[in-house]
């Protein structure tokens, strides 16, 4: 499945382990340089980078098809 460039708007910063288990914190540089943060839940740092990936390609897509009438 291609991501048609939706994730080259964010730039990860690092993904870091939280005390509650298989929950991860994902600091983020969207493209503007703004900083943000994103909780996932995943097995480890490899899966939190690809659910987080998936989350914003859904999300980036669920914009575009709110502005395309």
């Known amino acids: 499945m291609s991501d048609n460039g ?3 708007k964010y730039e990860v910063i690092s993904i870091e382990p ?3 288990a298989n ?3 994902i600091n983020y540089r969207t493209a503007n340089g703004l900083t943000d943060k994103q ?3 995943a ?3 490899n899966d939190a980078f690809i659910v987080f990936r998936n989350q ?3 999300e980036t897509k669920a914009k575009v098809k709110l ?3």
Do not use: A, Y
């Open 6 to 8: 939706c994730v080259k």
């Open 18 to 20: 939280t005390d509650l």
């Open 23 to 25: 929950h991860w914190v």
């Open 39 to 41: 909780s996932v839940v």
């Open 43 to 45: 097995i480890d740092s």
């Open 56 to 58: 914003m390609i859904r």
């Open 67 to 69: 502005i395309k009438p």
